[in-house]
Structures are given as C-alpha cells and as structure tokens.
C-alpha cells in the first residue's frame, strides 16, 4: 500500500497569501496518477487536480500542482475567502487507492 | 447536470447489514468506472471499494474485503454497496464517486454521502 503523508497538518494564512501544501509518498507515485481534492465543511470533496498539474473543470487558475517520484505540492497562488478548507492528495494508479491525512488551510 | 444521489445509511447494531444506493443522472453511467470512499467522523479520506463498466471487475480495501460487496445496475443506472458483519469502525459518511473510463482516473464527481452509524 502506498502511503501518502501532508504537511503541514494545519497551514494558518491571511486571504491573500499564498500557500504551499505538501505530499509525499512512501513508494514513487506515477505523475498520471496524483489527485488533490478540497472539501469546505459539511461538504463532499471536490476535485480540483489531476494527473498531478492539471486542473480540473472550472477550477481557477490561482491552484496548480506539481511534483514527480514521491514528493508532490499543490499551491494556491493568492488565497481567497472560499478557499479555506481541508485538502487531500490521493493516488489512483496502485489498488489500494490511497488518501493523504490532510492539510486544513485555517485563516490566520 | 451530473449528479450523485446516496441513500441508505443509517443506525444499525454491530454484526448487523446495510445496502448503500447510489443514483446517477446526467452522464452515460454504464460507460464509467465507479467508487465508494468514506470518511468517519472528523477523519480523512478512505478508498472503499471500486467496478468496473459491466461489473465484471472490482477491489476493495482489505478492511471490508469478505463483509462489502460493490455491485451496480446499468438499467437502473444504480451503484449498490452491500455491507454485512458490520463493525463500529464501519461508522461512516460513505460517497459515491464518479471515475473514468480507466480504472486509474481520479474522482471527477462525489455525491452528497449518507451516513452508516453502527
């Protein structure tokens, strides 16, 4: 089983920053098969990257990713209000599919 | 417009049964791989189980493997996760999830979950 470990586990910024969340696997993770997901409270998650730089339908251009091997990173260029929320990593390409624990964005 | 419809979670006793059901509209559900992934109370993300187009193949987590089984119903367009010999770590909003036509895609689509409390 791969096992994909985020840090940092709380990342606390102001709207406006920017921000870097990192993942990192136990094994190297093909680039074709890396997702990250964010979930907002009470919410499913959403999709917002794909085959570790592509983004998803209608995700703004402020969140791009990043990485090869076994060290992945998702940046949110200039945080806005409605990005505060919990993001996950997620490799697809070795059954068991596996998630990362998570980094919250928190407002500072 | 796409979309996920659960149902069926609810309270159950330990050792007991739950059929999960998942409704798809908006796409050509026959044509793509589907999930289950869940996620227990104020905990990430977990893989549950997935199928194929036809149902002809699927995997699961080995913590469910021999109690969970993923079927689907094309005509219904319907995703089915049946849960027996349920446990209190089974206690879960379970998602369904949209795939793609490869088993190796990520998940373009989740539904709004249901919630299993054993």
């Known amino acids: 089983e791969i096992v994909l470990t985020q840090s940092p586990g709380t990342l606390s910024l102001s709207p406006g920053e920017g921000a870097i969340l990192s993942c990192r696997a136990s094994?190297?993770?093909?680039?074709?098969?890396l997702a990250w997901y964010q979930q907002l409270p009470g919410q499913a998650p959403r999709l917002l990257i794909y085959?570790?730089?592509n983004r998803a339908t209608a995700i703004p251009d402020r969140f791009s990713g990043s990485g090869s091997g076994t060290d992945f990173t998702l940046t949110i260029s200039r945080l806005e209000p409605e990005d505060f929320a919990v993001y996950y990593c997620?490799?697809?390409?070795?059954?068991?599919?596996?998630f990362g624990g998570g980094t919250k964005v928190e407002i500072k | 417009e796409v979309q996920l419809v659960e149902s069926g979670g609810g309270l159950v006793q330990r050792g007991g049964s739950l059929r999960l059901s998942c409704v798809a509209s908006?796409?050509?559900?026959?044509?793509?791989?589907m999930s289950w992934v869940r996620q227990a109370p104020g905990s990430g993300l977990e893989w549950v189980a997935n199928?194929?187009?036809?149902?002809?193949?699927?995997y699961s987590v080995d913590s469910v493997k021999g109690r969970f089984t993923i079927s689907r119903d094309n005509a219904k367009n319907s995703l089915y996760l049946q849960m027996n010999g349920l446990r209190a770590e089974d206690t879960a909003v379970y998602y369904c999830?949209?795939?793609?036509?490869?088993?190796?895609?990520?998940?373009?689509?989740w539904g709004q979950g249901t919630m299993v409390n054993v």
């Open positions: 199928i194929n187009q036809d149902g002809s193949e699927n």
């Open positions: 085959a570790t730089s």
């Open positions: 908006g796409f050509t559900f026959s044509s793509y791989w």
């Open positions: 094994q190297t993770v093909s680039t074709s098969y």
């Open positions: 999830c949209l795939g793609g036509i490869s088993r190796r895609d990520a998940f373009d689509i």
């Open positions: 997620q490799q697809y390409g070795t059954s068991p599919l596996t």
